[in-house]
């Protein structure tokens, strides 16, 4: 079995596709994942699951269809992906300030054409900083989130993948749910 981290994007935001969590474990439950444990209100669900990702992500996606009528994507990391993902940050040295630091998870690798434009488009982004460790775009927004220009849909049109971002303090959080056992 494998601990999995599901990442459910466009989920409980602005009031639109709303998904109670209590129904979403449920939900897991009844596809026979083990241990299911939300966190917040965001789409943010671990649970032990003994498939592989590419079926239990179809799996998961199907079911909020059929079952809550949404149409959106969930990308899912192991327990251990998520580890990597906090030990490899490019942005360590701001994690003290969890509000200024992010990580848009990639529902695939990016093409390296795309990262590598990307790349060099990076000082014209002001203050912000992105940066494509495999899997994952980690930004930090010294003036916060809300006010970048590297959005989750910004990220998902220039790489051409399907994403979804968290906060340093979910990403923490998710982690520390995942590893506990």
Known sequence: MTTWVAL???????????????DFRAALADLGFDD???????????????????TVT????????????????????????????VASTP???????????HVTFLSAPPDPGAVAAL????????????EVVGTEAHLHCPGGYGETTLTNTFV??????TATTRNWKSVLALTALATSG
């Not at 943010?44 to 590419?54: I, S, T």
């Not at 009528?69 to 992906?81: D, E, I, K, T």
């Not at 942005?91 to 630091?101: D, G, I, K, L, R």
């Not at 998902?156 to 993948?161: D, P």
């Open 156 to 161: 998902e049109r220039a790489l051409g993948v």
């Open 8 to 22: 459910v994007r466009s989920v409980n935001v602005g009031g639109r596709n709303r998904l109670p969590m209590a």
């Open 36 to 54: 299911v444990r939300t966190y917040l209100q965001s789409g943010n669900a671990v649970f032990a699951a003994g498939a592989p990702a590419r």
């Open 58 to 85: 179809r799996t998961i996606e199907d079911r909020l269809s059929s079952q809550f009528g949404l149409a959106v994507p969930v990308v899912l990391r192991s327990a251990a992906q998520l580890e990597s993902v």
């Open 91 to 101: 942005f360590a040295a701001f994690v003290s300030e969890p509000t200024t630091v």
């Open 119 to 130: 790349a060099d488009r990076a000082g014209s982004f002001g203050d912000d900083r992105l």
